[in-house]
T-cell receptor
Framework: GAVVSQHPSWVICKSGTSVKIECRSLDFQATTMFWYRQFPKQSLMLMATSNEGSKATYEQGVEKDKFLINHASLTLSTLTVTSAHPEDSSFYIC??????????FGQGTRLTVV | DQQVKQNSPSLSVQEGRISILNCDYTNSMFDYFLWYKKYPAEGPTFLISISSIKDKNEDGRFTVFLNKSAKHLSLHIVPSQPGDSAVYFCAARGNQAGTALIFGKGTTLSVSS
C-alpha cells in the first residue's frame, strides 16, 4: 500500500512552546490530508481536513488558531500546535488519500507537554 | 453524536476460532466502509473495505459483511491467530471524494493460543 510518513514520532515540549508535526505521502500525491487526535482508549477524532493550496477545514470544537495546518504541496501537510499546554498531550495521526481510494495513515506522533 | 459505533470494547477468542467484530452506523450517507487494525503508538493499518453496493468482501482470512438496511457491518477473522491481537477500528465515509473517515471507538481483540 501507499506510504505516509509522519515526523517526529515522539516529542516532549515545554508548556507554552510550539510544536510542528510533518506528514508526507512518499509515493503518491495526496489530494487531501486529514489530521486526527487520539486520547488514551478513545477513538481517532477528526480534527481537520486539509486540501493542497487551500485553507484547512476544522471540525467543531477544534481551535484553528491553536492547531495551524499548512498543506503547501500534494505530498506535505504540517500541523503546528501553538502555545502547547499539558491538555494538548495526545497522539496525533495524519492520513492521506488519493482520489477515491482508502486512506493511508502515518505512524502517529506522541506529543507530551510538560 | 457518534455516527460510527463499536459497542464491544473488547473481544477474547481462542486461536483457530472465528473472531467477529461488529460495527453500527447512523449516517445513511455513508457509502464506503473500512476496517483498520492498530497497535499502540502506531498509525492504523488498512485491512479491508466494502462499498455500499456490495454485501460481502473477502480477503484471505478477513471477510467484511454489510447489512445496509440494518446499518450494520461486521468483520470476520477466521481462523484467528495470536498475531491478530490488536485494536480494530471500523470507519466510514460519504460518497464525496476527499471526505474524511469517521471512526468508531475500536474493539480490542485478544487471541489466546
Amino acid at each position: 500500500g501507499a506510504v505516509v510518513s509522519q515526523h517526529p514520532s515522539w516529542v516532549i515540549c515545554k508548556s507554552g512552546t510550539s510544536v510542528k508535526i510533518e506528514c508526507r505521502s512518499l509515493d503518491f500525491q495526496a489530494t487531501t490530508m486529514f489530521w486526527y487526535r487520539q486520547f488514551p482508549k478513545q477513538s481517532l477524532m477528526l480534527m481537520a481536513t486539509s486540501n493542497e493550496g487551500s485553507k484547512a477545514t476544522y471540525e467543531q470544537g477544534v481551535e484553528k488558531d491553536k492547531f495551524l495546518i499548512n498543506h503547501a504541496s500534494l505530498t506535505l501537510s504540517t500541523l503546528t500546535v501553538t502555545s502547547a499546554h499539558p491538555e494538548d498531550s495526545s497522539f496525533y495521526i495524519c492520513s492521506a488519500i488519493q482520489w477515491g481510494t482508502e486512506a493511508f495513515f502515518g505512524q502517529g506522533t506522541r506529543l507530551t507537554v510538560v | 453524536d457518534q455516527q460510527v459505533k463499536q459497542n464491544s470494547p473488547s473481544l477474547s477468542v481462542q486461536e483457530g476460532r472465528i473472531s467477529i467484530l461488529n460495527c453500527d452506523y447512523t449516517n445513511s450517507m455513508f457509502d464506503y466502509f473500512l476496517w483498520y487494525k492498530k497497535y499502540p503508538a502506531e498509525g492504523p493499518t488498512f485491512l479491508i473495505s466494502i462499498s455500499s453496493i456490495k454485501d460481502k468482501n473477502e480477503d484471505g482470512r478477513f471477510t467484511v459483511f454489510l447489512n445496509k438496511s440494518a446499518k450494520h457491518l461486521s468483520l470476520h477473522i477466521v481462523p484467528s491467530q495470536p498475531g491478530d491481537s490488536a485494536v480494530y477500528f471500523c470507519a466510514a465515509r460519504g460518497n464525496q471524494a476527499g471526505t474524511a473517515l469517521i471512526f468508531g471507538k475500536g474493539t480490542t481483540l485478544s487471541v489466546s493460543s
